[in-house]
């Protein structure tokens, strides 16, 4: 008897496989997150400038030019997992990701070598953005393929699952410094502390990697047809509209996820005035909400079918985004900010659970890896990763501290729009022809 394709060998249970395979989804959030929070510090250090706004902008137009080589990453890191196999693919994905975190955590500030410091940095935010372009879509397909059938939608949410202890982890390190550590030693060097720490556990996440095995899908498929990495190519051009389906359908996750988690202590420290402590600690529980809620998401998903909750999610993210934020921003609380972002969060984790594999089901199997992270890739690359540079640049102009309530709410009119397209363009496939 042969084994299901949706499982693997015996030797590997499931939850063993979900842990091994989400360990470098860990390290991109929680460098990414790292970034985010320290955006006020890595300011200061790489690129000074005259004022708080115009050094802060710069540092935000850095975090976000990594997800500008995310598009390419998924094209080719995608065409080549596609190509090789996931198992081999992940451990490339994550060889490139330690690159670029190590070199961000040991680079010497502008005072000392100038212009060569953010240049660096740069470089930094480009390798991590071009590994994590096929990270995220290599994971989610692997715990698609490997999911018990019928359970598909609770076992993909792993993947942002296990970003959201990522951040948990980065907020409780970043709240722990905060604590033990003066602002003027933060700005200087404590700081890099995470950064460091980031870096002791890639050995660790390697280990895990090497004991991936493949999954039995990809290699009953290999069997039969293994295209190479030019078919894979054709195939993602004549599927391009998909393709760009699939990111609007994606721009609901990354802007709300980058508002909630990378944006949030920024925006309460300098936006709304509150103390880090405070920040940090609505970041942390944020997290932890998002946690509990995307797994919910994705078994919501088994039960009564993808698209009800992705157009029940969107709806209310129109509806409440931007009022929600306003109270928010007429009184600024940490009550206050921990209810709004933990509503935020709630409509976050329903609709990831069960868009991630929405979006794995919805692209042609020849290019699942590469079609999914093409398009998560330029959903990030065009909402997410510029959403902390878009909000503060929203606030900016028009003096209304919950502007970035409207970036939210176009995210999820895109998102909604996708939905109907898609699940239209699947129902069609499926008819009969008479």
């Known amino acids: 008897m042969h084994p299901s394709p949706s499982t ?21 959030q929680f460098d990414f997150f790292l970034f985010g929070f320290y955006a006020t510090q890595i300011a200061g250090v790489f690129f000074p400038a005259s004022s708080e706004f115009a050094s802060l902008m710069m540092t935000f137009a850095v975090f976000g030019a990594g997800f500008l080589m995310r ?3 998924a094209i080719v890191l995608g065409a080549y997992i596609d190509d090789v196999g996931r198992r081999k693919g992940l451990i490339v994905t994550l060889s490139i990701m330690a690159s670029g975190t190590i070199l961000i955590a040991f680079v010497p500030g502008y005072a000392t070598i100038g212009l060569l410091a953010p240049a660096l ?11 994590a372009g096929a990270e995220l879509g290599g994971v989610s397909v692997y715990l698609a393929e490997m999911a018990t059938p019928g359970r598909k939608g609770f076992f993909t949410s792993w ?10 982890v ?5 709240f722990a410094l905060n604590q033990s550590l003066n602002a003027a030693a933060i700005a200087a060097w404590g700081w890099r502390v995470p950064f460091f720490v980031g870096c002791m556990i890639v050995p660790f996440i390697f280990m895990l990697r090497r004991n991936l095995e493949e999954t039995q899908e990809f290699k009953a498929r290999a069997r039969q047809h293994r295209p190479s990495m030019n078919e894979v190519f054709r195939t993602l051009i004549k599927n391009w509209g998909v393709v760009i389906a699939g990111m609007m359908l994606v721009a609901m996750t ?13 925006f309460g420290k300098t936006v709304l005035h509150l103390s880090t402590a405070d920040s940090l600690l609505v970041t942390l529980c944020v997290a932890v909400s998002n946690f509990v809620w995307l797994p919910i998401g994705g078994a919501l998903s088994d039960k009564i079918g993808r698209r009800p909750l992705l157009v029940g999610m969107t709806l209310l993210a129109i509806a409440t985004a931007y009022p929600a934020l306003s109270v928010l921003a007429h009184a600024p609380s940490f009550l206050n900010m921990l209810l709004v972002l933990l509503w935020l969060s709630f409509m976050y984790g329903i609709y990831n659970g069960a868009m991630v594999v929405a979006l794995t089901e919805v692209m042609p199997v020849q290019v699942r890896v590469a079609g999914f992270s093409l398009a998560y890739s330029l ?9 902390p540079a878009i909000s503060t640049a929203l606030i900016h102009m028009t003096g209304d501290k919950a502007a970035p309530g409207y970036w939210m709410s176009f995210a999820a009119v895109c998102a909604l729009l996708a939905t109907f397209a898609l699940y239209r363009r699947r129902a069609a ?3 009969p022809v008479h």
């Open 254 to 266: 990354t802007s709300s996820f980058y508002l909630i988690t990378v944006y949030a202590p920024t």
């Open 8 to 28: 693997l060998s015996p030797g590997q249970s499931k939850a063993a496989a979900v842990f091994r395979v989400t360990a470098g989804n860990f390290l991109e």
């Open 71 to 73: 598009p390419l990453g």
């Open 379 to 387: 959903a990030t690359a065009v909402f997410g990763g510029f959403t």
């Open 429 to 431: 496939a499926l008819t």
């Open 170 to 174: 980065a907020a409780a390190l970043g």
């Open 121 to 131: 940095v740069l470089v930094g935010r480009l390798l991590q953005g071009f590994s």
């Open 159 to 168: 993947q942002s699952a296990s970003q959201q202890v990522a951040i948990v």
